[in-house]
């Protein structure tokens, strides 16, 4: 059954329509690559490793001829950002945003630097709310298109102990259904992706052990699963859940909370 089916209106893209991934250099952004290049979308690839993006740009090209262009950039540099947010804007062969690159958090609140912060909520917020910014306004003129944000269960989740990459996540997911909100209307496709345990370098680039992680998905079930939700119009796809009535109860009692929200007076427990 599909998990929180949405009443968007499901565009027929061509298949020629062209594809951006940001973080396509590794792990779910590469395996997007892939899948889509499968598919016989054309495909622009934003990371930093230049030399991985062009071999797998090569790669793709022969085994699916399909165009595929590279564009390195570093998305924590406001240079690098507002090229990539240019070619969003400028080029209307895009007509999907994959908003994948992310990072995960290296220890503990307490061991959190300025600059590590910073790196980690431009990279996991700013940046992919300013590439949905900039190619926003051009599929809902166009009526069509799709924007993909990569979120994380663990932005559900305090009690994993990754506060700030878990804020980040909870600020995509929050992202994602607020524009599914205003963008869907308009024909423009929102979903947000929850992965959990995965398996890519983003752990070892974090300095964690994987192999202690008890559960463990591989990175082409986790897309596959993602692109399923995508076919479907799901809102928001979590493959590992098995039991979606779990986010159906979520999703419900958040919105009896909106309903119980009484905003003239103080609830009695707070009146002395
Ligand atoms: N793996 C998991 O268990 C898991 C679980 C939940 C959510 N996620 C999310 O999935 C997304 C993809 O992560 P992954 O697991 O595939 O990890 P990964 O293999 O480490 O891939 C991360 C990608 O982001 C790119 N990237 C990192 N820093 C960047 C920067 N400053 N500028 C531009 N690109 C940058 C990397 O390329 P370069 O190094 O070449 O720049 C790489 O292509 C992330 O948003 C992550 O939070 C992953």
Redesign the pocket.
Known sequence: MALNPTLQATPTMALSNTVLI??????????YAQRFAQRRHDLVL????AA??QALADTLRTAHGVKVDVLQ?????PA?IARVEARLRDDASISTLIN?????QTGGFAAQTADAID?LIT??TS?PTRLAAAIAPRLAAAGTGAIVN?????GMAPEFGMSV?GAT?AFVLFLSQGLALELGPKGVYVQAV??????????E?AGMDLSAMPE??E?GELVDAALVGFDRREAVTIPPLHDDAHWSALDGARQALLGGLRQAHAAPRYQR
């Open positions: 940001t973080g396509a250099s590794s792990g779910i952004g590469a395996t934003v990371a930093r490793d991985r993006l950039a570093d998305l924590t540099r690098d994948n690159a992310g990072m995960a790196r990279l996991n940046t990569i979120g994380s269960v663990v990459y996540k929850l992965p959990a345990t995965t398996r890519t370098e983003i752990w680039r463990v998905m990175v």
